[in-house]
């Protein structure tokens, strides 16, 4: 029963006294009126003064399709093809000739109709076939066929007004069929049909104290979040106690933060451990095509909570509704979203502080939500939800870890060095991708050497070992990736090395993954070893090749773009000076905020800039040419060098030997072209609300070694 409940929508009891049935009522009343009138008027059957007019019509052998009807005491009869002429010519006179006239007349009007039909009244059956008899000997003897006649009970109108309404009642279980079908009624149950619950919402109901499974236990770090969304339970447990000091109950928390961070899962566990009614349904569950549905979904779903208040509502993706109104206003489509939107603004002020009824939305993107959404007295508090750091990655491990039969060495620490930038959800990802590597190699337990293969795959996509490569083709990769090995490790304050691959993987054909810090500022000199760097595996090519190649284009554009971000956006650069061109609206994309004397400027000074660390890589390498060739060559042959190799060949660093827990803070490994990173970046800038140099230093690491594969493409093409 408790399952039932779960997995059900909550419309169901409701039902039952549901007021849209009531319209349906009226509207099959309304049709069957219209149906029967239909009917009456399409055959009308008119009345005639006496039954000698029939009498008179049948001596002459114009009737025909004569029926009785016994109980009633009545005569139905059509006047045959030759009566009908006969009539229109001759003239018999009377009232009722009159009448057949008119209405044989009114019937040639309408096209295709059949011939109109006459009745009379008569007193008694038996007296009238009497009568009847008579006049078929009549017409016997003088040499005419019998006129023949049916006798019958009753007049059949319901028959008759079933076989009309039949195709109507089709056509309606036809529609409503169509609009349970539309309105994705799977689960809605055979009986009701979803027709009746278009304007209900469709939010799932976690009854009391049967909530989900999920507990805070189960939520690794975040710790901050879970205690504000924990208050949130405490108020709804115990109001009193905040009331009794004159303190409002907030009505609303939005959750907002990247991908995978875990939203949902705190807002399950507040279903969890909340012991109140929880409802749970997605922004887009208030979408419909049909306008004015999303508004009364959301009056509905408001309603119930309120009902079973003290209650907790969950809108996830809240920006399917939420979205910042009078944007884009040209397409219509927008109405109805807004009104849904309005409804909700509504709603969250209708009801008082005090209620009950606390409501809980996520998203990751705050950005985009009207700012009337986010306004305190409606979703009072905003909990952030950021990426995971490195402590709370190992946590998120243990987590997802739990389930997982682990060889004895397993080491978390080391698992959640090696993944920086990973989400939650990444990484409960990876915990299933290294299980999965390990059941394919048949291994009783996960080792730790699955988890390297899962995190390789999860970053750099599948190994192409069939991948056609010629001999010389895998030199230059190969030396271009030790120019950028070599040089990282050289230089001070570039990321160190951990791992240089040239296998190709996904897109690329050789990767170097080096191991960011964790930092939220990047420092001058940073940025610029980090171009060194990137700029080594090119001058590796040209010192070693004496020529270069487009293989580097991937590392040249990540180059521009980061100079270019140190010239007008950092104020890093002496001529141009402390100013930043950075517009964080993104307002003015198509006129640059500067004139053509410093457009000039900046040009100059970015190619500058690259130019010197191009000189500088070059240098480097040329110091160390013998030590690059050594490692190029082991890349060759070994096709994957770790920091041990690059150790043996180079020393350890100098500047590398900080202190243990310094280390544990600074380490992680990193590939050239982490997605995940890529996320890290807008929210460290979210959070603080200003550029800080963080994503500098994402766009940094976001390396695509794609040039191999572009300088191969274009080498066919050009050569
Ligand atoms: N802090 C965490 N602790 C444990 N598991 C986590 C955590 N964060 C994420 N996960 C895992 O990632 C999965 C996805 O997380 P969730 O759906 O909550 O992300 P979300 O923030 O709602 O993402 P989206 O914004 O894309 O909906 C969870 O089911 C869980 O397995
Ligand atoms: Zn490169």
Redo the contacts with the bound molecule.
Sequence with gaps: MAKENKNKPNNKKPNKKNPYSIYWIYAAIGLAIIGIQLFMSSSTTKQLQSKQTFLTLMEEGFVENTILWRNVGRVDFKISESGRTAIKQNDFSGSDFELIKRSLNNNNNTLGSASPQFSFDIASTEAFIKEFESINEKRKAEGFDVISYKVDEEHNYIGQIFSFLLPIIIIIAIWMFIMRRMSGGVGGGGAGGQIFNIGKSKAKVFEKGKGTDVTFK?????EGAKEEVQEIVAFLKNPQKYTDLGAKIPKGAILV?P????????AKAVAGEADVPFFSLSGSDFVEMFVGVGASRVRDLFKQAKEKSPSIIFI??IDAIGRARGKNNNMGSNDERENTLNQLLTEMDGFGTNSGVIILA?T?RADVLDKALMRAGRFDRQIY?DM?DLN?RKQ?FE??LKPIKLSKEMDVDFLAKQTPGF???D??NLCNEAALIAARKDKKAVEKQDFLDAVDRIIGGLEKKNKIITKTEKRAIAFHEAGHAAVSWLAEHAHPLVKVTIVPRGQSLGAAWYLPEERSITTTEQLLDEMCAALGGRAAEEITFGKISTGALSDLEKVTKQAYAMVSIYGLNKVVGNVSFYDSQGQSQFTKPYSEETNRIIDKEVSKLIEEQYQRAKNILLENQDKLTELAEKLLEKEVIFKEDLIAIFGERPWDKLSAAEKIQVASEQNENVEPKDKTAPSAQEKSGEHTGSDISNENKDTKDVEENKRLDSENSSE
């Design positions: 189960d939520v690794a770090g975040l933060g991908p995978g961070t875990g939203k949902t899962l705190l996830d993706e996520a990751n939800v995971p709370e998120i987590v997802h989400s939650g959800a990484i409960a």
